[in-house]
């Protein structure tokens, strides 16, 4: 769930600007599910835009706030949310720690890096959901040490029914600074796409796993 419209319209144009997302209609990706996609999204990109970083951390830290108060502990989910969650765990002046996406096979064989205590409330922090399965392990890692997670926040999300029915299954909380819908609703209005690219970017989000550009 998006919590402001204007900051997820806002969050989309800059992810755009940078080429964190990247729209291809007619040269479309292949992602590592074999899917074919008109969209591609790289938010550990944002890193290396030191303006457009603070601006996400700044809008995950008081959105963090405002849907949980102030939690134990801010958790990122590896790799790609480890910079931005540990960011956003330094504006709010919180301890900071994050999950692997399984426990090492060497040393203390941790899952879960950093110190975390049983029962402490977190907030996890994601850059990307697509299916929400990854993320959900970390979730799974967090319950089995006995710490209460009071939901997630993501920077974006494909919006895939999938993911929706995942969360609701682990009984998980999701919010997103920006999603699927307002990155096309930017993108429109910008005129950042055509008219017919944009029929095909509505057309992959009805059934991403069949979708096929010819």
């Given at each position: 769930m998006v919590l402001d419209k204007n900051t997820a319209k806002k969050t989309a144009e800059l992810l755009l600007q940078i080429n964190a997302i990247k729209l291809k209609p007619e040269n479309p990706f292949t992602w590592a599910s074999g899917w074919k996609s008109p969209i591609y999204c790289d938010n550990?990109?944002?890193?290396?835009?030191p303006i457009i970083r603070n601006y996400i951390r700044d809008e995950m830290a008081k959105q963090v706030e405002q849907l949980y108060g102030k939690?134990?502990?801010?958790?990122?989910v590896a790799t790609g949310a480890i910079g931005i969650g540990a960011l956003v765990a330094d504006k709010l002046n919180l301890p900071f720690v994050y999950v692997r996406p399984e426990p090492k096979s060497h040393g203390r064989q941790n899952q879960i890096e950093g110190?975390?205590?049983?029962?402490?409330?977190v907030v996890v922090i994601e850059d990307l959901i697509s299916t929400g399965k990854s993320s959900l392990n970390a979730v799974d890692a967090l319950r089995?040490?006995?710490?209460?997670?009071?939901?997630?926040?993501a920077v974006f999300t494909y919006g895939f029914e999938t993911a929706a029915n995942n969360f609701k299954e682990k009984n998980t909380e999701l919010h997103t600074l920006s999603s699927?819908?307002?990155?096309?609703?930017?993108?429109?209005?910008t005129g950042y796409v055509k008219e017919e690219q944009l029929i095909t970017l509505m057309e992959w989000r009805k059934d991403p796993s069949k979708w096929t550009n010819k």
């Open positions: 550990r990109i944002l890193l290396s835009y939690p134990d502990c801010i958790v990122g110190h975390l205590e049983a029962h402490q409330t089995a040490i006995d710490a209460k997670v009071k939901g997630m926040l699927y819908e307002y990155l096309i609703e930017q993108a429109s209005d």
